[in-house]
């Protein structure tokens, strides 16, 4: 059933606010999704307005889109690794020190422990992708694919097997908490409706 809920919709005044405001601190990011469509999440990152409008645009009614403020999960400490390249040692070849990648070693050395990779500089697409202990390869290229002038790297925890949750039902020292997030939203059909959940 369609119902007005502008908590809901994803380009309702208070939430374009809401992501604007976030913009302006620094990129948010987030998946998302069509359900029931059989298709996989897609993954994004944004810098300002113009790139948020640019996720959005093929957007149909009833996608689904999670959304999380970098800067803001930084101040919340829920980074397993962040680097920007002003921040490595001249002649190092990735973003992350042999200590933070033993950080994300350790915290995957759990099969159960998925992680949500950002990468971005100062040209190019962003990168936003998940990953398990099967993916640190790929996280290991990125972080050295990224390390020139600008270039930004971060991982945070993002387990969504059911042996890792409160008893609410919610995952564990995950960014998938709703107190993590920036906003949970659904794109609104032409009379600005979303579905009920």
Not at 21 to 39: D, E, T
Not at 57 to 71: H, K, N, Q, T, V
Request: aromatic share 14%.
């Amino acid at each position: 059933m369609w119902v007005q809920d502008d908590a809901s919709n994803l380009v309702s005044a208070v939430n374009r606010d809401r992501i604007s405001a976030a913009l302006k601190a620094g990129p948010v990011f987030g998946y998302w999704y069509r359900p029931q469509s059989g298709m996989p999440p897609h993954y994004w990152l944004a810098r300002d307005m113009a790139g948020f409008e640019r996720v959005i645009e093929r957007a149909r009614p009833g996608d689904r889109y999670m959304i999380w403020s970098l800067p803001a999960l930084l101040a919340q400490g829920m980074a397993l690794i962040a680097a920007r390249r002003a921040e490595t040692h001249a002649g190092w070849n990735s973003l992350f020190t042999p200590e933070q990648l033993r950080v994300i070693e350790d915290y995957l050395s759990d099969p159960a422990h998925e992680y949500i990779a950002a990468f971005f500089g100062l040209y190019g697409i962003p990168e936003v992708w998940t990953g398990d202990r099967n993916d640190l390869d790929t996280l290991v290229a990125s972080g050295a694919a990224y390390n020139k002038p600008g270039g930004e790297g971060y991982a945070f925890p993002f387990t969504t097997t059911y042996s890792q949750l409160d008893t609410g039902g919610l995952p564990l020292n995950t960014i998938e908490r709703p107190e993590y997030w920036l906003l949970m939203a659904q794109y609104p059909n032409g009379n600005g409706e979303t579905l009920a959940e």
